[in-house]
């Protein structure tokens, strides 16, 4: 039995960037033959890949790509923020957006059976997904895309790779850029006061109604008189317009120059904003929190044992 060094075991990682502990299974069963131990790896990719998908995939990227009057942004999640750096994972994230663009799929079940090949997988996107799971060893999923051909002028800004906005204007291209920019530091919910969701409108109101309830119990207990059921009702929906003031793109105070609001700014540029798609990595998915020191201990138990 050749005896398997560390330098291997990194030397097949560097070649395959399969988990340590699964390049030293391979090399132990291949008798110290590269080769063969990469091809062992390659075989195991598809059920690894299976063990992988139920795994919370919180982390990820978000990608662009614009074709002049048509573009597509997507969501593409993994486990960890490692990942986010992996050449083969960005390139795949780039590639699909790239496809989404092209091709204009209707669902995640359309995107991934377009043909497209990388690093050895293929012939679609969905095998590619499943072969990089294995290779990187992480579970990754499309969470979310849009693809954006309504005719309307495309404006889009990636901060990082962890937000990304897409803008659908008229006019100046400049400050359509500056829009999205403003979109990405900001975080309106709708263009104006009128599109803000009923959801949230009704949720700030509960809000603003609970805190004047909260105030009157205050003010009874205290012995002070209690504000009348009609300033309260003009305190709450003050509330509720100052709301809509601080989530509306139009409303909000320009990032660039504070003294005018985006409006203001669109107007004076000669630009008419029609709509705007903001994506943030994982908003709204509940990351599972892991003790770091507690797994890697569990990891070489488990490897003390298979030994």
Not at 56 to 76: L, P, Q, R, W
């Amino acid at each position: 039995m050749a005896a398997i060094t560390a330098s291997m075991v990194a030397e097949l990682r560097g070649k395959t960037d399969a988990p340590m502990m699964e390049c030293k299974k391979a090399l132990t069963e291949a008798d110290g033959d590269m080769v063969k131990a990469e091809e062992l790896l390659r075989v195991k990719l598809g059920s690894k890949a299976g063990k992988a998908a139920g795994r919370i995939t919180a982390e990820g990227v978000v990608a662009c790509h614009m074709d002049g009057g048509v573009g597509a942004m997507i969501e593409v999640n993994c486990e960890t923020d490692f990942v986010t750096k992996n050449d083969s994972f960005l390139a795949f994230a780039n590639a699909t957006a790239a496809l989404i663009a092209k091709h204009n799929p209707v669902d995640v079940a359309a995107l991934g059976a377009l043909s497209y090949s990388q690093d050895g997988f293929g012939p679609t996107l969905e095998d590619v997904r499943k072969g990089l799971i294995g290779k990187i060893g992480e579970n990754m999923s499309f969470r979310r895309f849009k693809r954006f051909a309504s005719g309307a002028k495309l404006a889009s800004y990636l901060h990082g790779t962890r937000i990304g906005v897409v803008v659908e204007f008229a006019g100046d291209d400049v400050a359509a850029k500056d829009v999205a920019m403003h979109v990405a530091a900001m975080k309106p919910v709708a263009l104006s006061s009128a599109d803000v969701p009923a959801e949230l409108v009704a949720r700030e109101r509960s809000v603003a109604m609970a805190k004047a309830a909260e105030d009157a119990a205050v003010a009874t207990a205290a012995g002070k008189p209690v504000q009348s059921p009609e300033i309260v009702a003009k305190r709450v929906e003050g509330g509720v317009q100052k709301y809509l003031k601080e989530v509306s793109l139009y409303n909000q105070s320009f990032v660039k120059n504070d003294k005018l609001t985006v409006e203001q700014m669109l107007k004076a540029a000669g630009t008419t904003v029609s709509g705007f798609t903001l994506y943030v990595v994982g908003e709204g998915i509940e990351k599972k929190v892991d003790d770091f020191a507690a797994e890697v201990a569990a990891q070489v138990a488990a490897a003390k044992q298979a030994a």
